[in-house]
């Protein structure tokens, strides 16, 4: 019988995660990342606003998912890569460098982004501190301005109005409409939505970026490019989106003029067999789409197919970014689809069917019950 393959998955976040649990049966799989849990980079409104609700659906340690029993988890950070030998490296919290030979590698290390998604290693402990502090910031601000116009400066502007009524909140972007990338008409419902919960919507305002802009809540009043007189408020939330690829570890020809990882239609780096790069990390259309539209499907069958010799199958991307903006609410979960349509799941359904069905046993293949301990 021939010997199990063996993969190496670098960065076990959304989709890394995801891909680990598919390849889990086929092969000796090894995941590498800075913490020893799933902390998610989504829905930025609920984490900053109802942290508790957030952390059951987005921050779940690893040996929590039975998809992962049979795969070896390292927490470590990625240093390196040779390519000539198949061997990742990483160092660990304590200093000691670890050294993991492969078959195939999915690069999945993410992008850093804010203040909610650092690619450091972190305990548990240092994970809720965090959680917990930027909640506490915003919670006891009377007004908060919020800084960007995607979807992370969107839903924290609509999750706080929602959690916090009282609360002045004010948004402000620099195009004419927010939500660039998505259908027009998901911006117009969106607005509606705001301008119902009393958010200030500021558009044309391009704000000049202060030292703390982009990785920690800040209080100084915030200055526009754009000409318009400085907007103040006890706290100011920056999402503006300046993403830096989590690439530091790999070699400089493997990336595009952005840092990004260059890949084929299959997902693959081009010129290296078994090398695979997927999520946010991966130029894999102009929108790095591959995490949200199965990206670790793909990647799981590509690297069985290309163990097998058979054909690897191709990454479509709809064009247009699309999924929920703002969350689980009281009233249900608001899907966008790429044509701007939406369509609502009751909230009985998300509890009942969606989160425990469809994403907790049908994605990732079944997730053990909170640990009373922590
Ligand atoms: C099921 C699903 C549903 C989604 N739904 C939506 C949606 O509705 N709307 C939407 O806009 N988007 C959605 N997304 C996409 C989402 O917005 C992001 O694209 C996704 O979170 C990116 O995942 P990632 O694994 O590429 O990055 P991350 O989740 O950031 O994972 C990167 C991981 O690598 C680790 N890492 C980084 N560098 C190192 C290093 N040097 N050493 C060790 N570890 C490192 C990080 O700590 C992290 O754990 C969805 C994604 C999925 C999978």
Redesign the pocket.
């Known amino acids: 019988m021939a010997a199990r393959k063996r993969v190496v998955v670098a960065?076990?976040?959304?989709?890394?995660l995801?891909t680990a649990i598919r390849l889990a049966k086929h092969a000796d799989v090894v995941g590498?990342?800075?913490?020893s849990a799933l902390?998610?980079?989504?829905e930025l409104g609920v984490r900053i606003s109802r942290p508790g609700d957030w952390a059951r659906d987005y921050w779940i340690p690893f040996d929590r998912f039975r998809g992962l029993d049979r795969v070896r988890t390292v927490q470590?950070?990625?240093t390196g890569v040779d390519l000539a030998s198949r061997t990742v490296f990483?160092r660990g919290g304590d200093g000691a460098t670890t050294a993991e030979e492969f078959d195939a590698l999915v690069i999945?290390?993410?992008?850093t982004n804010g203040f909610w998604?650092q690619?450091t290693m972190e305990s548990a402990d240092e994970i809720g501190a965090g959680l917990h502090a930027a909640h506490n910031r915003l919670a006891a601000a009377g007004s908060v301005i919020v800084v960007g116009g995607g979807?992370a400066a969107v839903s924290s502007a609509v999750n706080m109005a929602t959690t916090w009524p009282d609360k002045r909140i004010d948004l402000y972007f620099p195009g004419e409409a927010a939500l660039v990338g998505y259908h027009p008409r998901t911006w117009d419902r969106i607005r509606g939505r705001l301008t119902a919960l009393g958010v200030g919507v500021h558009p044309g305002h391009r704000a000049v970026l202060s030292n703390g802009a982009g990785h920690e809540i800040t209080s100084e009043p915030v200055s526009w490019t754009t000409g318009q007189p400085p907007a103040t408020a006890d706290a100011v939330l920056w999402a503006i989106g300046k993403v830096r690829p989590?690439t530091?570890?790999l070699p400089p020809e493997l990336l595009d003029e952005h840092g990004f990882v260059r890949v084929s239609p299959e997902l693959e780096v081009p010129g290296h067999r078994g090398v695979f790069a997927v999520?946010?990390?991966a130029a894999s259309d102009p929108l790095r789409s591959s995490?949200?539209n199965r990206g670790?499907s793909l990647v799981a069958h590509n690297i069985r197919a290309e163990f097998t010799g058979r054909r690897l199958r191709t990454y479509r991307t709809p064009g247009r970014?699309w999924?929920?903006l703002v969350g689980i609410q009281a009233d249900g979960l608001e899907v966008f689809l790429p044509t701007g349509h939406a369509f609502r799941l009751p909230a009985w359904s998300v509890q009942r069917v969606v989160m425990p069905g469809l994403v907790r046993w049908g994605?990732y293949r079944g997730v053990r019950a909170n640990d009373p301990l922590r």
């Open positions: 960065g076990l976040g959304d989709v890394g995801l590498i990342s800075a913490k902390v998610s980079g989504q470590a950070t990625l990483g999945s290390t993410g992008v998604r690619p979807a989590n530091d570890w999520g946010d990390v995490a949200r670790d970014r999924g929920s994605m």
